[in-house]
């Protein structure tokens, strides 16, 4: 079982409708991730959240919202999302943004869009 | 420049074999980590190993070890007495000071019976 938490682990929603996708660890860390992830490529990062203020946006269209309401949670608001943003949405994270320490990631969501 | 490369799309291994993936990675930061990452079918990044740039020893855990060698700028994984359950996609990663991972490509690991 992994220490990151990821709900739901499968969404299927239309163009037009709002979703959120939502991620919880109670290890303590302080930096938590947003990644893009197709299938047979590695992960791409879309945000990072460093004591639960937003550090990296990776010039991710703004139909795609983050939040983080405490050190524990991570949220992914959706809205009118395209066909292309179909795919594995790994939430992630780590004691800091140190560069010697591992990021310890959930098991996905895997979002469809009709 | 890749950061990390990894040349090796798919890989073989008989059950009970060793089997080596290999990994490259680009950097002029004497600080840096270097981590490998397997992927199942199902889609959680599972953590495996990580060794960072001024450990001296080889990092192991379990059947996982990293053979780091750094004057050739390589972090081979290396998994020992392979099982059915290690058929997965396997990403090495690398981060540097003030920077965020740098996967690579992957490579997919088959294990036969």
């Known amino acids: 079982d992994t220490e990151v938490t990821q709900t739901p682990k499968h969404l299927v929603m239309g163009m037009t409708n709002k979703k959120s996708l939502k991620c919880e660890q109670h290890?303590?860390?302080?930096?938590m991730y947003w990644y893009k992830q197709k299938a047979k490529k590695p992960p791409e990062l879309m945000f990072v959240?460093?004591?639960?203020?937003?550090?990296i946006n990776e010039s991710v269209p703004s139909r795609f919202s983050p939040e983080c309401p405490n050190s524990s949670l991570l949220n992914l608001h959706l809205h009118a999302l395209q066909p292309e943003d179909s795919a594995l949405y790994l939430c992630a994270s780590s004691p800091s943004q140190g560069w010697n320490q591992p990021q310890h990631f959930g098991d996905g969501t895997r979002l469809s869009i009709l | 420049a890749q950061k990390i490369t990894q040349t090796q799309p798919g890989m073989f291994v008989q059950e009970k074999e060793a089997v080596t993936l290999d990994c490259t990675y680009d950097?002029?930061?004497?600080?840096?980590?270097l981590f490998w990452y397997k992927q199942p079918s199902s889609g959680e990044m599972i953590f495996l190993i990580y060794q960072g740039s001024y450990d001296q020893q080889n990092a192991t855990e379990g059947r996982y070890s990293l053979n780091f060698q750094k004057a050739r700028k390589s972090a081979n994984l290396v998994i020992s007495a392979s099982q059915l359950g290690d058929s997965a996609m396997y990403f090495c990663?690398?981060?540097?000071?003030?920077?965020?991972?740098?996967f690579g490509t992957g490579t997919s690991l088959t294990v036969i019976p």
């Open positions: 290890m303590g860390h302080r930096a």
């Open positions: 950097t002029s930061d004497p600080s840096y980590g």
């Open positions: 959240y460093s004591y639960e203020k937003l550090s």
């Open positions: 990663a690398m981060r540097e000071p003030g920077n965020q991972f740098y």
